[in-house]
T-cell receptor, first 114, second 115 residues
Framework: AQSVAQPEDQVNVAEGNPLTVKCTYS??????LFWYVQYPNRGLQFLLK??????LVKGSYGFEAEFNKSQTSFHLKKPSALVSDSALYFC????????????FGGGTRLMVKP | NAGVTQTPKFRILKIGQSMTLQCTQD?????MYWYRQDPGMGLKLIYY???????DKGEVPNGYNVSRSTTEDFPLRLELAAPSQTSVYFC??????????????FGEGSWLTVV
């Protein structure tokens, strides 16, 4: 069975500092990895995904994520955090063997303070 | 662009009542999904559909039913509401199946409370 772990319930960072939101996964087959962001009382918005190719994926709003196969990780990063980045972030995984199942992590709340 | 639209946004149900959450998408996506989101638990797949007339169970289907009579619409029905069904429900859609790496797009959510 596939799984996703987001080890931090909350990440606190000062505005202007770099941020990292961690994600590790477990799948059989080749992984497809996604990051979604959820603002209060809103649906999930797609940020970026890794399918194949370059391990560094660039997405919306200046976010990027690095796929690391040996460490089975897909950490979300941004060089300079904004207060408006404060939200709930979800990592999700599926694979070539997963049929129609996209498995989500429990979410990490990012708090960016001025 | 409307994308995925769900109604109602908020609803309070009494135990034993029934209701239908409506979902429609205008992206001509073949695949549609219903998820529920519980605090700290991520999203769990309830049901999904690969096209009109075809539906299948996800991880947590008990207490729910779905139908897919058209490409656009994918309603979720709760027959006998229970407190355990208090949750936030998200409808989503994608062009093709998730394991091909297709992005899925979510609606704004429906907050349901069963009392």
């Amino acid at each position: 069975a596939q799984s996703v772990a987001q080890p931090e319930d909350q990440v606190n960072v000062a505005e202007g500092n770099p941020l990292t939101v961690k994600c590790t996964y477990s799948v059989s087959g080749n992984p497809y990895l996604f990051w979604y962001v959820q603002y209060p009382n809103r649906g999930l918005q797609f940020l970026l995904k890794y399918i194949t190719g370059d391990n560094l994926v660039k997405g919306s709003y200046g976010f990027e994520a690095e796929f690391n196969k040996s460490q089975t990780s897909f950490h979300l990063k941004k060089p300079s955090a904004l207060v408006s980045d404060s939200a709930l972030y979800f990592c999700a995984v599926t694979s070539t063997n997963a049929g129609n199942m996209l498995t989500f992590g429990g979410g990490t709340r990012l708090m960016v303070k001025p | 662009n409307a994308g995925v639209t769900q109604t109602p946004k908020f609803r309070i149900l009494k135990i034993g009542q029934s209701m239908t959450l409506q979902c429609t998408q205008d992206m001509n996506h073949n695949y549609m999904y219903w998820y529920r989101q519980d605090p700290g638990m991520g999203l769990k797949l309830i049901y999904y559909s690969v096209g009109a007339g075809i539906t299948d169970k996800g991880e947590v289907p008990n207490g729910y039913n779905v139908s897919r009579s058209t490409t656009e619409d994918f309603p979720l029905r709760l027959e006998l509401a229970a407190p355990s069904q208090t949750s936030v429900y998200f409808c989503a859609s994608s062009y093709s199946y998730q394991s091909s790496g297709n992005t899925i797009y979510f609606g704004e959510g429906s907050w349901l409370t069963v009392v």
